[in-house]
């Protein structure tokens, strides 16, 4: 009897090893969705020198008075133009340039960007691949009195298979295995 009890022990030992995972999955993910905005200004100069300009011909046209004083103070003046370009509504450009005498004397860059940075946070918790049941049984006769009573464990192997192991009492003692597959 004891030689039954040990050969069916073995059995559900062989069992749970052909039919479990042996990876680890432990443990949960967690995964958090965020929108964050950054923002990131750049500022840079340059000297007249070091601008690539070129001149564009045109027809000339001849004026009969000339103010030369007037032309020639025009000419040694300094003029700044800026100029706004704005990309969207979190990102825009300055440009600043400073000329005289027909020449860039410097040029300014400035820029508020704004980048915009996706965090994605989930939680994942992984599935219970194995459990373990505890129940009783209980067989009846056709007279409806009761023949047999018992206790009997179920081992539930991923979603592929149950084992189970019963001990009932009666007249006799007796002893079941039951192996059951997924269809």
């Not at 704005?86 to 300014?108: A, E, F, H, K, P």
């Not at 989930?122 to 049941?133: D, E, F, G, H, S």
């Not at 067989?139 to 192997?157: A, M, P, T």
């Amino acid at each position: 009897m004891i030689k039954n009890i040990v050969i069916a022990i073995l059995l559900v030992v062989v069992a749970l090893f052909l039919f479990s995972d042996p990876s680890y999955n432990g443990g949960s993910v967690t995964i958090v969705r965020d929108t964050v905005y950054q923002q990131k200004t750049f500022t840079k100069y340059k000297k007249g020198n070091d601008i690539h300009s070129y001149t564009i011909l045109t027809d000339s046209v001849q004026i009969s008075v000339h103010d030369t004083i007037r032309i020639l103070s025009d000419y040694s003046r300094k003029y700044a133009y800026s100029d706004t370009i704005q990309i969207d509504t979190n990102n825009v450009v300055y440009i600043q340039d400073t000329i005289s005498q027909n020449r860039i004397l410097g040029r300014g860059f400035s820029a508020k960007l704004s980048e915009k940075t996706i965090i994605e946070t989930r939680t994942i918790t992984p599935k219970v691949k194995n459990a373990l049941y505890l129940g009783v049984l209980a067989d009846l006769r056709q007279d409806k009195s009761l023949d047999n009573l018992g206790v009997g464990l179920i081992y539930k192997v991923k979603n592929k298979a149950l084992i189970g192991l019963n001990l009932k009492t009666g007249e006799s003692v007796k002893y079941g295995v039951g192996f059951y597959l997924k269809l």
